[in-house]
Structures are given as C-alpha cells and as structure tokens.
C-alpha cells in the first residue's frame, strides 16, 4: 500500500499490485472462517480464572484475524472488540480488557517468554 503511493511506481505496476491486493484479500475471506473454527473448537478450562485468559486469547486472535486484511474498515475512535461466547473482548493497544456477562472487568497484558512462546494474563479492573 506504501509502495503504491510513490509517484515514482509506474501505473501499470499500480494496477498490478491493486489486483495482487484484491486476489490475497479474497484468499484471507475463504480462510476466516477455518480459523474462526479452529479457534472456538478447544474447550474452556473449568477454572474461572483461566477462562478469562482463555476468552482473552481467543478474541485477541479473532481480532487479529480482522485486521489481517488490506481492505479492513476504519472504527473511526472506538477500539476494536469482539464478543467471544457472552463475554466482550475489547483491544486497547498496550492492553485489553473482558468483559464478563455479569460486567466484572479484567484486563490483559501479553507477555513473552524467550524460546518458549507467548501468554495472556489477565487480573480484575479496578
């Protein structure tokens, strides 16, 4: 998208890469849904608390998967969230939050850990 807004593309590599664009946005649409799949297949932990890091997980990927796009639509200033069974996952940047169906809030901070991956963890808002 960059590279097309350099006056110095020439227009026939313009139109190439518009209908590359088009052709990789139409192959992610056929994908969404498998992923979308994958995602809802594994079961909830029966601990409260690792539920919520869980339904943390899953709308953080569903919201990623949204983004995953060339076309996405613009929020305009509200941040992105997605609901995850009764529960609301919002994406603020830095941090998200879920919301439960009860509305208890909790926020979530991914962490890395080197060579071994990646987690969520969540704690209740104040």
């Given at each position: 998208?960059?590279?097309?807004?350099?006056?110095?593309?020439?227009?026939?590599?313009?139109?190439?890469?518009?209908?590359?664009?088009?052709?990789?946005?139409?192959?992610?649409?056929?994908?969404?849904?498998?992923?979308?799949?994958?995602?809802?297949?594994?079961?909830?932990?029966?601990?409260?608390?690792?539920?919520?890091?869980?339904?943390?997980?899953?709308?953080?990927?569903?919201?990623?998967?949204?983004?995953?796009?060339?076309?996405?639509?613009?929020?305009?200033?509200?941040?992105?969230?997605?609901?995850?069974?009764?529960?609301?996952?919002?994406d603020l940047g830095a941090f998200s939050t879920v919301r439960t169906p009860e509305g208890h809030m909790f926020r979530?901070?991914?962490?890395?850990?080197?060579?071994?991956?990646?987690?969520?963890?969540?704690e209740p808002a104040k």
């Open positions: 998208m960059l590279t097309m807004r350099d006056d110095a593309v020439r227009p026939d590599r313009v139109k190439e890469m518009t209908d590359e664009l088009v052709q990789m946005d139409e192959e992610i649409a056929a994908l969404k849904p498998v992923i979308r799949t994958q995602l809802a297949a594994p079961r909830f932990e029966s601990d409260p608390g690792q539920r919520i890091e869980d339904t943390a997980t899953r709308g953080m990927l569903s919201l990623a998967l949204d983004g995953f796009s060339s076309n996405k639509t613009v929020r305009g200033f509200e941040p992105p969230s997605t609901k995850v069974g009764q529960f609301v996952v919002t979530c901070f991914v962490f890395g850990v080197p060579e071994e991956g990646a987690g969520v963890k969540c």
